[in-house]
């Protein structure tokens, strides 16, 4: 159980939120945030210009500039917070790795960097970076997390660190900056452009999150109308197989019809002529029975043999039959190949015309798919 007394802190909400870290000299301006006395001072001082200064949170105006003045009730707990920190041990720390920033000040074995300053550019064990809480020459120095690139910060030209940024030159620049080739931009401490461009990445954010809620959906609607696709078409494709078998089993039965009706007209008119050809046989034997009777008439020399056989002989004698036959030509079932062709023809020219018609319905609708789309696009982007 905690004794009586004891506070327990929450750190962050100690921190400044312009340079993100506990707040040194806390001040509290009218509407009641608070920040590092020389963070709000810095932050005013860029405002300047525009002869009014506002909140870097919450983005309410003072007019005129209100006097800064030390919360002191708040400078105790940063006292008492800044006594609670563990003390130091010496020797402690892990060794720097690769990838991690090493104490500038260690000589012998390298220990790990926990600080990096922006005023001393040099980074900090836990034991080196001591002096930094405990002596006051150090207290408005800005410690962040360890850097490598602690160069970056400092100015090219005048070899000062930046603290200042140009938002007419987009850029980060030092105080000789400001007053030279700068002098007449907009500038801005770099801590209150953070606070501003960290708004702005937030928004951003949101915007991208909200574009990634949207591409997942649309790529889930894109899925669905694949399967929706995929199984439209294994459907048509079942129903078009099924169909076209039917068709084909029609067409066969049909065939079979054909068949059937060409073969019973070959055994009728095959049982026909071979009937006349039996009768034509008979007539033939009897014709040439009566040639013989004739050839031995005429060899008979009886004058009176001859008359009476001759008025037997001579009567009229001709195959009854054989006027039955006509000559044809040979295209017995030539009407049904005609009739068949013609049943074949018109189905082609079915089967094409109604695929073009459903083409170009396919292409229409299609069309009109698109155009939808394209429209349901604008209409969401607009």
């Keep these: 159980m905690a004794e009586r007394g004891e506070i327990h802190l929450d750190q962050d909400k100690?921190?400044?939120?312009?340079?993100?870290?506990?707040?040194?000299?806390?001040?509290?301006?009218?509407?009641g945030h608070s920040y590092c006395m020389i963070c709000i001072r810095s932050h005013w001082d860029a405002e300047d210009?525009?002869?009014?200064?506002?909140?870097?949170?919450?983005?309410?105006?003072?007019r005129p500039r209100p006097?800064?003045?030390?919360?002191?009730?708040?400078?105790y707990l940063m006292e008492d917070l800044k006594k609670t920190r563990p003390p130091p041990v010496r020797g402690s720390g892990s060794d720097a790795g690769l990838e991690d920033v090493a104490c500038d000040f260690c000589t012998e074995?390298?220990?790990?960097?926990?600080?990096s300053c922006l005023q001393c550019l040099v980074s900090y064990c836990e034991q080196h970076l001591q002096p930094h809480f405990e002596s006051p020459a150090f207290e408005k120095h800005k410690l962040v997390k360890p850097?490598?690139?602690?160069?970056?910060?400092?100015?090219?030209?005048?070899?000062?660190?930046?603290?200042?940024?140009?938002?007419?030159?987009?850029?980060?620049i030092c105080y000789i900056c400001s007053l030279d080739e700068h002098k007449r931009h907009?500038?801005?401490?770099?801590?209150?452009?953070?606070i501003q461009k960290h708004r702005e990445l937030g928004a951003n954010q949101r915007n991208i999150q909200q574009k990634i809620g949207d591409t997942k959906k649309g790529l889930l609607v894109l899925q669905q109308e694949v399967e929706a696709i995929n199984h439209s078409a294994d459907k048509a494709v079942r129903d078009s197989e099924k169909i076209f078998a039917d068709?084909?089993?029609?067409?066969?039965?049909?065939?079979?019809?054909?068949?059937?009706?060409i073969r019973s007209r070959q055994r009728n008119e095959v049982r026909q002529v071979k009937e006349l050809h039996e009768k034509l046989q008979e007539d033939l034997v009897k014709l040439t029975e009566k040639d013989k009777e004739l050839e031995l008439l005429a060899h008979i020399d009886n004058h009176i043999q001859f008359l009476r056989s001759y008025?037997?002989?001579?009567?009229?004698?001709?195959?009854?039959?054989?006027?039955?036959?006509?000559?044809?030509?040979?295209?017995?079932?030539?009407?049904?190949?005609?009739?068949?062709?013609?049943?074949?023809?018109?189905?082609?020219?079915?089967?094409?015309?109604?695929?073009?018609?459903?083409?170009?319905?396919?292409?229409?609708?299609?069309?009109?798919?698109?155009?939808?789309?394209?429209?349901?696009?604008?209409?969401?982007?607009?």
């Design 109 to 115: 074995r390298k220990l790990r960097a926990v600080r």
């Design 147 to 172: 850097s490598k690139k602690l160069q970056e910060n400092i100015c090219s030209h005048h070899g000062e660190v930046m603290k200042i940024f140009c938002r007419t030159d987009q850029q980060c």
């Design 67 to 75: 006097v800064l003045v030390k919360n002191t009730v708040l400078a």
């Design 186 to 194: 907009d500038t801005v401490s770099a801590a209150t452009e953070r």
């Design 49 to 62: 210009q525009k002869k009014v200064q506002s909140c870097p949170q919450c983005r309410q105006t003072f």
């Design 311 to 382: 008025s037997r002989l001579s009567s009229h004698s001709d195959s009854p039959h054989l006027s039955s036959i006509s000559v044809r030509p040979l295209r017995y079932f030539d009407d049904v190949t005609v009739a068949v062709s013609e049943v074949r023809n018109k189905l082609q020219e079915i089967l094409r015309d109604d695929y073009r018609r459903k083409r170009k319905q396919f292409y229409l609708l299609s069309w009109r798919k698109q155009c939808h789309d394209v429209l349901h696009q604008n209409s969401k982007n607009s």
């Design 247 to 261: 068709f084909i089993s029609l067409i066969e039965k049909r065939s079979s019809g054909v068949k059937q009706q």
């Design 14 to 31: 100690l921190c400044c939120s312009i340079c993100l870290d506990l707040m040194r000299d806390p001040a509290t301006i009218p509407c």
